[in-house]
């Protein structure tokens, strides 16, 4: 009985390793995600996951809740899932 106990031990102790070195981290950053998405505002500047800069237009808009109007240039206007924001910028770091 103990052996087999034995044998599972390394088992366990490489999947407490990997929940605290992959998994937990992981949902920390998908909860950061979350909270920054949820927090948009209209005139935020905001990065795309595609690498565009733009400011935050439109909360909401024709499609729901999940999409948003993103200003690129001036009077250029394109809608994207609230998802693709990776990054919101300090005010004024758009030109």
């Known amino acids: ?16 390793v990997l929940y605290f070195v992959m998994i937990r981290p992981q949902m920390k950053k998908q909860k950061e995600h979350k909270a920054m ?3 948009l505002a209209k005139g ?3 990065v795309t ?7 935050v237009s439109k909360l909401g808009g024709n ?15 394109v809608q994207i899932q609230r998802s693709a924001v990776v990054q919101v910028l300090p005010k004024g770091s758009i030109k």
């Open 1 to 16: 009985m103990q052996s087999s106990l034995m044998s599972m031990l390394p088992l366990v102790l490489m999947f407490v």
């Open 37 to 39: 998405v949820d927090a």
């Open 44 to 46: 935020d500047e905001v």
């Open 49 to 55: 996951a595609g690498g565009v800069l733009g400011k």
């Open 63 to 77: 499609l729901g809740d999940n999409f948003l109007g993103v200003e690129i240039a001036s009077g250029v206007e």
